[in-house]
């Protein structure tokens, strides 16, 4: 699964990474983000799983971090598959 996180601050789009997922553990892709990234870890609550699971995404404010985080929230999504495009020729006869 591919995933897009990204930190916003004021709306605007401060650090991203996209990449894809070695397991379905929200915990291991909120490490991999914020490794790639250099961010400390937030805390993950039962909400964050639901959200995750329901909407393909959620979101981690600042008061979630230990650590300042350095923007006003982190998001995790998933990102859409991409299927491969298929090719219809139409013959006429």
Not at 5 to 33: C, E, G, H, P, W
Not at 77 to 87: F, N
Request: hydrophobic share 40%; glycine share 2%; charged share 30%.
């Amino acid at each position: 699964m591919r995933i897009w996180a990204y930190t916003r601050a004021k709306d605007k789009i401060k650090t991203q990474v996209t990449f894809t997922a070695l397991s379905n553990d929200l915990a291991d892709m909120v490490a991999t983000a914020c490794e790639k990234m250099k961010l400390p870890r937030p805390m993950i609550l039962s909400l964050h799983e639901t959200d995750f699971e329901r909407f393909g995404f959620t979101v981690f404010k600042q008061d979630q971090f230990v650590e300042d985080l350095g923007a006003s929230e982190l998001q995790i999504r998933k990102l859409p598959e991409e299927k491969p495009m298929t090719l219809h020729i139409l013959h006429e006869d």
